[in-house]
């Protein structure tokens, strides 16, 4: 069928509104009306070259409402409020042991542009467009494996939800999936955006004692404190591990790191307390330890974190719960936009104005 997306043709260009053709769902997908899509980094990443394969469809914070499922599909029918997660293979050994986000097969069907079968499912004069992270939600419609799809409560603005998928995922499963911190403990989050914030607020909700947040946005420092925060730093104006390891007297026992800052990385190290932990979540480049001082003899741990260490069909569900009881105010992280001005939401996500834009692609009621 023919639907509209936006369209990634070349690296650093904009994206271009137009028809393309998309597969009929096999037997084990479904067709999605999408409703709206989060605007997520690594799609401005995938634009810069560092991504599925030109030409593409990007996009993989979607939310929207099935329209048609493939004939094996039986925990999902047409009608069903859903949000679009990664893809995975559910067959390899880490996917077996409930750890879907290492899937073992992660970049070959996140940004390799072909299905699990091998083919593509997006088509436009002749040629064959990558899908991404298995969806493509930068379009009217998408197709997606019944694993990559997450069925949620119809009570809940649907357009509100695709980021769920993605950043939100990520910044609340590191502390719930990852972490785990004790109840009474600290932790220090390096980077208030979507996922930082999304931390802060998983933190605040496991009752965590301190949580300090670092940024050099003061708009972002205020709104985390709004959302638990209980320190707020601007690292421009103070040294953050002298500054932390007062606050906690020695460190702190957690940290994420969001920004992917090779300083900011080293920071985080460098303030945890004995024994501490820090997930890294950023993608960042090099950073110079001495494995003696900063890592063994302190007993330090490093760990990378992918997707929260969620299984989406699990944590999601759980997360869209606790912000109908008023206990995960996300929404206040996001700025809605209209499909067809989705090169200026990037531009805004960039400069920082909007910490998490969605796009608006269709109707919420039919
Ligand atoms: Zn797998
Ligand atoms: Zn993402």
């Keep these: 069928m023919k639907i509209k997306a936006a369209l990634a043709k070349e690296k650093n260009h904009p994206l271009v509104i137009e028809e393309i053709e998309i597969d009929e769902p096999k037997e084990d997908e479904v067709l999605i009306r999408i409703v709206a899509s989060g605007i997520c980094h690594t799609d401005a990443e995938s634009i810069k070259g560092n991504g599925a394969p030109f030409p593409a469809v990007l996009g993989h914070e979607g939310s929207g409402i099935i329209e048609k499922v493939g004939s094996s599909v039986t925990h999902l ?11 995975y293979c ?3 050994s880490q996917c077996l042991i409930g750890h879907q986000n290492l899937c073992m097969r992660t970049i070959e069907l996140n940004f390799g542009g072909k299905l699990q079968d091998q083919t593509y499912r997006l088509h436009k004069d002749g040629q064959n467009y990558s899908t991404f992270f298995g969806q493509s939600s930068f379009a009217t419609y998408a197709v997606a494996n019944k ?9 809940v603005d649907l357009r509100l939800l695709g980021p769920m998928g993605c950043g939100i995922q990520t910044g609340s499963g590191t502390v719930m999936n990852s972490l785990k911190p004790e109840p009474g403990s600290s932790i220090a989050i ?4 979507a996922v930082g914030l999304s931390a802060v607020m998983a933190a605040h909700l496991l009752g965590l004692k301190n949580i300090i947040v670092i940024d050099i946005h003061e708009n972002r420092l205020e709104l985390a404190k709004e959302l638990g925060a209980t320190h707020a730093l601007n690292s421009k104006n103070l040294n953050v591990v002298e500054e932390v390891k007062n606050i906690t007297e020695g460190g702190v026992h957690y940290a994420i790191e969001t920004t992917g ?15 501490g932990k820090i997930s890294i979540v950023g993608m960042g480049g090099d950073v110079t330890l001495n494995f003696t001082n900063d890592i063994l003899m302190e007993g330090k741990t490093i760990v990378g974190t992918i997707q929260g260490d969620s299984t989406p069909q699990i944590h999601i569900p759980k997360i869209i719960q606790f912000y109908k009881e008023g206990k995960f105010p996300f929404d206040k992280l996001v700025k809605f936009y209209d499909f067809k001005d989705i090169n200026q939401a990037f531009e805004d996500s960039k400069t920082g ?3 998490k834009p969605i796009v608006i692609i269709g109707e919420l009621f039919t």
């Design 261 to 275: 800052v090779p300083v900011v990385i080293k920071n985080g190290i460098d303030a945890l307390r004995v024994a």
């Design 77 to 87: 029918a047409i009608g069903d409020h859903v949000v679009l997660s990664y893809s």
């Design 147 to 155: 694993h990559n799809v997450v069925k949620v409560d119809h009570e």
């Design 190 to 193: 390096y980077g208030a955006g």
């Design 353 to 355: 104005i909007t910490i």
């Design 90 to 92: 559910n067959s390899c």
